[in-house]
């Protein structure tokens, strides 16, 4: 029995185009001819549609159903087998980026709502490149202390992000004038400011210890979405995360098993005897308290 194209469309559920283009890509080409030129396609045209339809569902290309059809004893196992894992590694995604939409509800919903204006006051330059914070969410989402911090930075105030983001800043001046004063990077007073970021990280969201500043670190280092994060592009200089990182080392080096380093960095005054991002306040002596 022969069908035209038109009655293939309507039960097939393809449309007309399509039915053309696999006919122009060698991939469906109907058998027969009606009297006035028409293509008719007879069972084995619509058993070879049907096999067409079931791989474009599965997501193969046209080109890899052609090959499967080519020679389908030969291709067509070992091409499942590999769109079978190619669908799990992509569920698998999937189910993360549903985790993670979720979560940034969850934050959206208990964390402080700003202002555009409020945000621009608090964080200034800083901005969180929301392709990083997905990507962020899905490398360290096994990790308790991401989970820790994540629960932290929704919890705070906007008072709370005022303080932060201040010694924040602070805490980026000493780092770029020492780098600017050719500090070396293993050097004292760079370990000193690798420490004072360690607990600033405590205090402020989840306890640090060297071995996860030191993945923080090589985020900086190799992610500029990260880095800025710490200092905007504007501020930044060549060579400049990449020396951070290699004080984060040194100051790893330094610290016992427990993550203390000896000696402790000193307090240094700032405007109107304000202590300033390198000292420990004396009620953030105990890491992860606030």
């Known amino acids: 029995m022969s069908y035209t194209v038109g009655q293939v469309s309507g039960f097939a559920g393809v449309?007309?185009?399509t039915l053309h283009h696999y006919d122009r890509a060698g991939l469906l080409s109907p058998g027969g001819r009606s009297p006035g030129g028409y293509r008719l396609?007879?069972?084995?045209?619509?058993?070879?549609?049907?096999?067409?339809?079931?791989?474009?569902?599965?997501?193969?290309?046209?080109?890899?159903i052609a090959e499967i059809l080519a020679d389908p004893q030969a291709n067509a196992l070992d091409q499942l087998k590999a769109?079978?894992?190619?669908?799990?590694?992509?569920i698998g995604k999937l189910e993360r980026l549903v985790e993670v939409a979720a979560r940034a509800m969850e934050v959206q919903r208990t964390g402080v709502a700003l202002s555009p204006q409020e945000r621009f006051e608090v964080f200034g330059e800083i901005t969180f490149d929301l392709?990083?914070?997905?990507?962020?969410?899905?490398?360290?989402?096994?990790?308790?202390g991401y989970r820790a911090a994540m629960e932290s930075a929704a919890a705070h105030s906007k008072e709370d992000w005022a303080r932060l983001m201040g010694e924040a800043a602070r805490w980026r001046e000493e780092l770029l004038a020492a780098y600017d004063a050719g500090e070396p990077p293993r050097g004292g007073r760079a370990r000193e400011l690798a420490e004072a970021h360690r607990r600033h990280i405590s205090r402020w969201f989840t306890p640090c210890p060297p071995e996860t500043h030191l993945r923080i670190a090589d985020d900086f280092a190799e992610d500029p979405r990260a880095f800025a994060l710490v200092v905007p592009p504007s501020q930044q200089r060549p060579g400049?995360?990449?020396?951070?990182?290699?004080?984060?080392?040194?100051?790893?080096?330094?610290?016992?098993?427990?993550g203390r380093r000896e000696p402790r960095p000193e307090s240094h005054p700032g405007p109107e005897g304000e202590t300033n991002a390198i000292a420990v306040p004396e009620d953030?002596?105990?890491e992860g308290t606030r």
Do not use: M
């Open 15 to 17: 449309t007309v185009r």
């Open 41 to 64: 396609y007879d069972d084995a045209d619509l058993a070879r549609l049907q096999q067409i339809l079931f791989y474009r569902e599965l997501g193969f290309t046209l080109d890899e």
């Open 83 to 90: 769109r079978r894992r190619a669908l799990r590694e992509q």
């Open 131 to 144: 392709s990083y914070a997905t990507e962020a969410e899905l490398k360290w989402q096994g990790s308790p």
């Open 240 to 258: 400049l995360a990449a020396y951070l990182r290699a004080a984060v080392r040194a100051n790893a080096e330094s610290a016992d098993p427990h």
């Open 284 to 286: 953030d002596r105990t």
